[in-house]
């Protein structure tokens, strides 16, 4: 499903679930702390998604840029009634990552991808449903993504997930030498 692109790529997928509202979260610091266990244990043993298999891929960890674009998406798709990776006002998945401070100028490579959700009343439930739908879990095991963040706003769940490579100390010094160059952004849709 991914392929590695120089400084771009979109990995999206949607998940059409029942709404039910939830009456109230859990605290911030465990909300994230068990999103990593549940995810990073599956990734430690490695699953299939659907009839492929996924082996075992290093731990996500949470990033505060994500989180923001996520919890911007969560509160609008709530607030605005819909369910969708595009925002009513036109915005896609990269816009919303790209606004929130998660960047890809500077780095070698830049991946992004996002799961919705809505509906599901625990953790547990959310994460359950997104490994067991194909395209859902194969974003939470691709290799690329190194970083997530979830929010839960009422019922509405959105997850989004990042992957930068920096350039290594000697590919810098090349840059800016002049002895490398850097080509233009390729853009790519994996829905």
Not at 6 to 34: D, H, M, W, Y
Not at 81 to 90: L, N, P, Q, R
Not at 112 to 134: H, M, Y
Request: some cysteine; glycine content about 8%.
């Amino acid at each position: 499903m991914s392929k590695r692109f120089t400084r771009g790529i979109l990995l999206c997928t949607i998940a059409l679930l029942p709404g039910i509202v939830r009456a109230q979260s859990p605290s911030a610091e465990r909300f994230k702390n068990e999103f990593l266990y549940r995810i990073n244990s599956v990734r430690a043993h490695g699953c299939n998604c659907g009839t492929k298999w996924f082996p075992p891929v290093g731990p996500l960890t949470w990033n505060v840029l994500l989180q923001k674009s996520a919890y911007g998406h969560a509160k609008d798709m709530n607030d605005k009634d819909y369910f969708s990776h595009t925002s009513k006002d036109g915005r896609s998945m990269e816009d919303r990552i790209v606004l929130a401070g998660y960047i890809f100028n500077g780095f070698k490579s830049f991946y992004i991808g996002e799961n919705i959700a809505k509906g599901q009343q625990s953790i547990a439930e959310v994460t359950d449903a997104w490994f067991k739908s194909a395209h859902h879990c194969q974003n939470l095991m691709s290799p690329v993504f190194k970083e997530v963040a979830v929010v839960q706003y009422n019922d509405t769940w959105v997850q989004d997930f990042g992957g930068r490579e920096a350039y290594s100390p000697a590919e810098q010094k090349a840059l800016l030498s002049g002895r490398m160059r850097v080509s233009g952004m390729d853009k790519h849709n994996n829905k």
